[in-house]
């Protein structure tokens, strides 16, 4: 038996950080075998990573190494004593992993966002005592999310764990995938018992903000990080630019302060509900500006069309309705009028 770490253990009982390294993709044995190496020398990963079968947004890249790579998975796992995970999109994906042992198979993004793909993977996964991880999918849809769950436990699987990766969104900058961290939060009030760990690296999509993403997460919480890795990261044939090498991934592990309790101390509680309130306000701040480049596009038509800038009725329309919603949201009047009396102010100052 390769498995110097044990899985299932760690999902019945998550306390210490899990650390899964390794590619975006298994390109070559060369590619996989110096990664791998490299990282099993770390003494800090503990489940490899790989993808053999790649989602790409359109034809004709690198697809994936596709049944071979499988191979040189078990061969290194069994070199490096440590476990190997890789994608499944599919039900042939699924057997193909379990033919050659895989010991864990995470779930894409874009295959959560399908139920049908998900009830393809549950019925194929009956039976398979193996453990998967889910990731989010693409749209901020927890829902969605949860019904993955539960297709997979119908199917009797008792080994699961939740990804989360961010989610698609325009206004996602900095991030390649807006984090949301109230989604996974919601998902963990809801279902205790379902760990969950951080990609930071589809989050990200960059080098540069990993650490600071890295320590939110874990200052979240978070059960564990998957954080790509590759021997040359510049020459990846896929997410070149969020790949790390093991010895960056070295100094990126020391620099974190892990908390030493997850328990209820008030420090903890604190900062996980500031980390909400920036994201709220995050999104505030991109409603704000989203809101007044339509107000610009409004001034250069009433321009165009000889029409006021200041349209009273509509004005007047919009604050009573806004107070009148405020009130039922819980919210003071007071502020209400205040706060949309200044969004209104800019919104004239722009088409003046
Ligand atoms: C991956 O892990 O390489 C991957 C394709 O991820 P996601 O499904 O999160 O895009
Ligand atoms: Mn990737």
Not at 39 to 46: A, G, K, P
Not at 301 to 328: A, F, M, P
Request: glycine content about 4%; charged content about 25%.
């Amino acid at each position: 038996m390769n498995d110097s770490f044990d899985i299932k253990r760690w999902i019945e009982n998550p306390d210490e950080l899990l650390l899964i390294a390794g590619p975006c993709s298994v390109e070559s044995r060369e590619q996989f075998f110096e990664t791998s190496l490299k990282l099993s020398e770390l003494h800090q990963v503990n489940i490899l990573r790989g993808g053999i079968w790649k989602p790409r947004t359109r034809p004709n890249g690198f697809e994936g190494i596709g049944e071979k790579g499988l191979k040189w998975m078990k061969e290194i796992s069994r070199e490096t004593r440590l476990p190997v995970m890789t994608e499944v999109a599919t039900p042939q994906h699924v057997e193909l992993a379990i033919k050659y042992n895989i010991d864990a198979l995470w779930i894409g993004a874009r295959t959560t966002a399908n139920p049908f793909s998900m009830q393809q993977l549950a019925d194929s996964l009956v039976g398979a005592d193996i453990p998967v991880f889910i990731k989010n999918p693409i749209a901020p849809d927890l829902k969605l999310w949860i019904g993955a769950f539960e297709r997979l436990a119908s199917s009797g699987l008792k080994h699961l764990v939740a990804i989360h990766r961010g989610f698609q969104d325009i206004n996602a900058s900095p991030y390649r995938n807006n984090p949301r961290w109230e989604i996974p939060i919601e998902l963990h009030r809801q279902n205790p018992e379902i760990p969950i760990i951080t990609d930071i690296s589809h989050i990200c999509g960059c080098r540069e903000i990993l650490h600071t993403t890295a320590q939110k997460a874990i200052d979240l919480a978070t059960n564990g990080l998957m954080i790509e890795t590759h021997c040359n990261p510049e020459t990846a044939l896929t997410d070149a630019e969020q790949q790390i090498t093991p010895e960056s991934l070295k100094s990126l592990i020391s620099n974190l302060i892990i908390n030493k309790s997850k328990s209820n101390n008030a420090d903890f509680l604190l900062h996980e509900l500031r980390s909400q309130i920036d994201s709220i306000d995050e999104e505030l701040l991109n409603l704000l500006a989203k809101r007044s480049k339509i107000s610009t596009q409004i001034g250069d038509i009433k321009k165009e069309n000889n029409l006021t800038v200041l349209q009273l009725d509509r004005w007047n329309t919009i604050l009573s309705n806004h107070i009148e919603r405020g009130k039922t949201l819980g919210l003071k009047e007071d502020m209400i009028k205040d706060i949309f009396e200044l969004i209104h102010k800019d919104s004239i100052d722009r088409q003046l």
